[in-house]
């Protein structure tokens, strides 16, 4: 719940007050290795790399894995720090593992998350190509809640000047917008209870 909250405030680019409140959090829970990691996080998204590693290296200092979560966080660290020999095997690694996961068919949320990695990947790859196929994919599975990722991660800033980048995620908010507006309704009529 910690790390959720904590998304949400990113996702609205309230990058002070989710830094204030990881401080507030992690000062009477133990939880200062996602702490770290989310403040890492947070750090890369607005793209003040030297803090975004200190946090990262304490996390890992202090016994943290690195999770698939990270594998561009970190990737994109090494990659705008003169160490992308170390981002290739990351990206590659996860690039396999996740088409090979794709070939199982699966339909379920957790599928459909691989389209937005996939995007991910070859976003700081630099092969757009592939980027903007896996962005029409990840349309195509209705996973709208994620397009603060795309709007927000730093890795997309070569596509950021492509139209069709452009057209997809406009395409992915305006349905997500809509979604919202008939659960707004829904709430208003007395339907559901949010």
Known sequence: LLIQYDYI????????????????ACSVNACKQKCDVMRFKIYITQKELE???EYYNKALNSG??????DDFYVAYL?????????????LNNSIKRDENLLKGNLNSLWFK?????????????????KALYYLSELE????YE???????????????NDPKFNEIV??????????????????KRGEINM
């Not at 090494?78 to 990351?90: C, S, V, W």
């Not at 994620?146 to 950021?160: H, V």
């Open 9 to 24: 405030l990113t996702a609205q680019d309230k990058f002070d007050e989710a830094l204030h409140f990881l401080d507030s």
């Open 78 to 90: 090494y990659n705008k720090t003169g160490r992308r020999k170390d981002a290739l095997p990351i």
């Open 113 to 129: 998350l691989i389209d937005l990695r996939l995007v991910t990947a070859y976003a700081l790859l630099g092969d757009n190509k």
């Open 146 to 160: 994620w397009s603060f990722m795309i709007r927000t991660f730093p890795g997309f800033d070569n596509l950021r």
């Open 170 to 187: 406009k395409r992915i908010e305006d349905k997500r917008a809509v979604i919202r507006a008939q659960v707004k309704e829904m709430e």
């Open 64 to 69: 943290y894995k690195r999770t698939e979560d």
């Open 51 to 53: 803090k975004a590693e």
């Open 140 to 143: 195509k599975s209705g996973l």
